[in-house]
């Protein structure tokens, strides 16, 4: 995509939604970093409603030990994978009050050296508790990035170096809430609401979905019924009666010796 046209395609994004916001909920950095490591291949909102009661009790990673890997899980229980995501949290807890003194670290390498914590939720740690402009290429953003042409590649890393690379500075901030939230409402997986996206004309996708509602308004073909050949039966134009079979006669002949 073009300079220009990224350019666009960001000033339309930030006009729709001018200070976009994450959807997981969170009171501080460590529990934001709770949120975003149980948040792995589970929705914000399978995780917020399993994490409201615990956050209300346990904003700190002291707190957490205290609470033990067999409450977290009574928490957590209704997300995906919760066994492993309890242990880890756990286990980055022990890190953070050992290390850091119960505080979160603003560096990637150190993010990323506790349990559970991969590139991914450091991005999101940086740039949303910290304020750092990186972006965090989960599967919405690694689907849009590739499908408007907007930053393709192959990997996630490939996408994130070239939205790094191609978003202005301007844009960089909010670029990743702004295209998760692209990617999760609008440019969708399966069938992409493009009829209702506002960088439609800047996108690369071809197989652009038509409005549902224009479909419905046009009507049906009308379709003539289907015209008989030959003629109508019992008219004129119909078809004649068949003629009876012109035939050997059905009388019995006598033969010469007189027997029938």
Request: proline letters at 8%.
């Amino acid at each position: 995509m073009k300079p220009a046209n990224v350019t666009e395609f960001f000033t339309r994004l930030r006009a729709a939604n001018p200070t976009p916001k994450t959807e997981l909920a969170w009171t501080n950095p460590y529990t934001l970093v709770v949120a975003v490591a149980l948040s792995a291949q589970s929705t914000d909102v399978g995780v917020n409603k399993a994490t409201a009661k615990l956050f209300a009790q346990v904003d700190t990673p002291q707190k957490m030990l205290k609470l033990g890997e067999s409450g977290l899980k009574e928490h957590i229980k209704t997300i995906g994978l919760f066994n492993t995501k309890a242990k880890n949290v756990i286990a980055l807890s022990q890190i953070l009050v050992d290390r850091y003194k119960g505080d979160i670290p603003a560096d990637r390498d150190a993010l990323q050296e506790l349990p559970g914590v991969g590139r991914k939720t450091a991005n999101v740690v940086l740039n949303v508790a910290f304020g750092q402009p990186t972006i965090a290429v989960d599967t919405h953003i690694f689907r849009v990035g590739n499908r408007t042409g907007l930053a393709p590649g192959a990997t996630p890393l490939e996408v994130e170096l070239k939205l790094e690379k191609n978003v202005p500075s301007e844009f960089r901030l909010h670029a990743h809430h702004w295209l998760i939230l692209h990617g999760r409402y609008t440019c969708i997986a399966r069938k992409p609401l493009c009829y209702r996206c506002v960088v439609r004309d800047l996108c690369r996708y071809s197989d652009k979905t038509p409005d549902p509602d224009l479909i419905r308004a046009v009507p049906p073909p009308r379709l003539s019924a289907p015209r008989l050949s030959g003629r109508t039966p019992g008219g004129k134009g119909g078809p004649s009666k068949p003629r009876p079979k012109v035939g050997r006669s059905n009388s019995r002949t006598v033969s010469k010796t007189g027997k029938r």
